[in-house]
């Protein structure tokens, strides 16, 4: 079946510096990917998102890139500030009928001052 | 504007009882999803709606799971007889017509004692 998958369940970055989460996923037929972030207690916050027919978006000090060759996607946060420390998670939503997220199971970040 | 709203915010109920968990979309949002998160994991879908179209049930676990929305917008989430393994967070989400991004809420955090 599908599934969706993190490289590292965690990862520590010095304040300032640039982060970068990593996905794979197995479905060759998924066309959309979404990161969100996770607080303690809270829901997940959606961070951004791309379709199958780009390879890059960028956002506010965030870009996701994604390789449909190697079915991989990452997240590249700039400037990594305290704020940032959270658990963030890739999902995918396939083509078809279904509307519903598959995710992977997170990497939690944590932001060394 | 307001985000999706869940209550309660905690639950906490012996193995057996019946729980009923709410959840109030986003103003305008005709799709609804409920997700169920166990400890340190990702998000597994339960139900999504959209509309008035039959819900996608696929994703329910068991028969003591079911789902209503009334009037296109809450939604209540039912579990009968509930387990101990039926703990986790359940987390709503909405969109527009079932189109992404999903937006969450906070999320119940149910234990079953």
């Known amino acids: 079946g599908e599934s969706v998958g993190l490289h590292l369940p965690t990862l520590s970055v010095q304040e300032g510096d640039n982060s970068i989460i990593n996905c794979a996923y197995s479905?060759?037929?998924?066309?959309?990917f979404i990161w969100y972030k996770q607080e303690s207690g809270k829901g997940p916050q959606f961070i951004i998102d791309i379709r199958s027919n780009m390879d890059k978006r960028q956002g506010q000090r965030v870009t996701v890139l994604l390789n449909k060759t190697v079915k991989h996607l990452s997240l590249q946060i700039a400037a990594t500030q305290p704020g940032d420390s959270a658990v963030y998670f890739c999902a995918d939503g396939a083509s078809g009928s279904a509307r519903q997220l598959t995710f992977g199971s997170g990497t939690q970040l944590t932001v060394l001052p | 504007g307001a985000g999706v709203s869940q209550s309660p915010s905690n639950k906490v109920t012996e193995k057996g009882k019946d729980v009923e968990l709410r959840c109030d979309p986003i103003s305008g949002h005709t799709a609804l999803y409920w997700y169920r998160q166990s400890l340190g994991q990702g998000l597994e879908f339960l139900i999504y709606f959209q509309g008035n179209s039959a819900p996608d049930k696929s994703g329910l676990p068991s028969d003591r799971f079911s789902a209503e929305r009334t009037g296109g917008s809450v939604s209540t989430l039912t579990i009968q007889r509930t387990q101990q393994e039926d703990s986790a967070v359940y987390l709503c989400?909405?969109?527009?017509?079932?189109?992404?991004?999903?937006?969450f809420g906070d999320g119940t955090r149910l234990s079953i004692l």
């Open positions: 989400a909405s969109s527009i017509r079932g189109e992404q991004p999903q937006h």
């Open positions: 479905n060759s037929a998924s066309d959309y």
